[in-house]
């Protein structure tokens, strides 16, 4: 069973940046299409962005194009969120996941993906 932690979230002001990692146990890392999504108060869970098992491909939300980016390094078991140009509107709980089969392409449901972190909270300030 893969165990997912993420790290990095934190109070930002608007207009600012932030990287989020999310390490992964395991040795299967690589085989799993990852992804990013997220959470605000009152609002259900949101597809955020997501990356091939190889790393060569990803999909983004609309509402982060341009302004995130994802990435991997299935040498150490870790995925990457950065964002830049962070809004209000991004604050939200940020949780990565592993695609339930391997080598898939690119999920973007939630039930497409078995493992879960515990999420770690984004904050922008106005």
């Known amino acids: 069973q893969v165990q997912l932690v993420e790290s990095g979230g934190g109070l930002v002001q608007t207009g600012g940046s932030l990287r989020l990692s999310c390490a992964a146990s395991?040795?299967?890392?690589?085989?799993?299409?990852m992804a990013w999504f997220r959470q605000a108060p009152g609002k259900e869970r949101e597809f955020v962005a997501a990356?091939?098992?190889?790393?060569?491909?990803?999909y983004y939300a609309d509402f982060v194009k341009g302004r995130f980016s994802i990435a991997r390094d299935n040498a150490n078991n870790t995925l990457y969120l950065q964002m830049n140009s962070l809004e209000p509107e991004d604050s939200a709980l940020y949780y990565c996941?592993?695609?339930?089969?391997?080598?898939?392409?690119?999920?973007?449901?939630?039930?497409?993906?078995?493992?879960w972190g515990q999420g770690t909270r984004i904050t922008v300030s106005s």
């Open positions: 990356i091939k098992w190889s790393g060569a491909d990803t």
């Open positions: 996941a592993k695609a339930a089969k391997p080598w898939a392409g690119l999920p973007v449901r939630m039930n497409e993906y078995d493992a």
């Open positions: 395991g040795r299967t890392f690589g085989n799993y299409a």
